[in-house]
């Protein structure tokens, strides 16, 4: 018997339209995938410009701080992992750097007073506490002990100065342009979007696994 021969032409045109199948089905399950990160990343970008462009500093009142008492201390602030929830803080460490724990602690001399000043909103004597710095400040311009206890020497006990405080915040402000030569800046725009940049490239490999 004598065997049939499938034309050429016909076996590539099955190969084609089987291919255009598989196309068709591949794009119909990762467009709408590509587009659900598409608007989520653009939606993200023009929510960091927005932040960057809205004003967020807290209003700061004048008043007069009584100097109730002042020491030196130790204080730390705490770096966690880049994540969703602090994505937006000054200071970040990254996933790719080489850390056994998401968080940890950074440590830096303070002076630290103890004040006493009146609410002008309420018209109530507060006590609060002023310190400088009142956060780690860059590594390179960060006070040691000397520094700290020379700051606090500038500041006598029972002496009224010039302060500023914010009505929900229970910490005041003896110099407000700050004590020492830096400041520990907010991200930039660049710096916020690779953040975000990052932060978007870890949920989509999350979700693909």
Request: proline share 3%; aromatic share 16%.
């Amino acid at each position: 018997m004598d065997s049939v021969q499938i034309p050429h032409s016909q076996t590539h045109t099955s190969k084609k339209s089987l291919n255009y199948i598989l196309f068709r089905m591949i794009l119909t399950l990762v467009f709408p995938i590509f587009i659900f990160f598409f608007l989520s990343f653009s939606i993200g970008l023009v929510a960091i410009l927005f932040g960057e462009l809205s004003v967020s500093s807290s209003i700061f009142v004048q008043t007069q701080c009584k100097i109730v008492s002042s020491s030196v201390d130790i204080r730390s602030s705490k770096v966690c992992e880049l994540g969703v929830l602090n994505y937006k803080a000054k200071r970040v460490f990254y996933p790719f750097e080489k850390s056994k724990f998401r968080c940890r602690y950074d440590y830096y001399w303070a002076s630290v007073f103890k004040v006493q000043y009146i609410d002008h909103s309420r018209g109530q004597i507060r006590f609060a506490l002023a310190e400088a710095p009142n956060e780690a400040l860059p590594v390179n311009c960060r006070p040691n002990f000397g520094a700290a206890w020379l700051t606090k020497d500038k500041f006598k006990v029972n002496e009224t100065y010039e302060c500023w405080y914010t009505s929900d915040v229970s910490r005041v402000s003896l110099y407000h342009d700050g004590f020492f030569s830096c400041q520990a800046k907010e991200p930039s725009a660049v710096e916020m979007f690779r953040r975000y940049s990052i932060l978007h490239m870890v949920g989509l490999v999350c979700i693909s696994l």
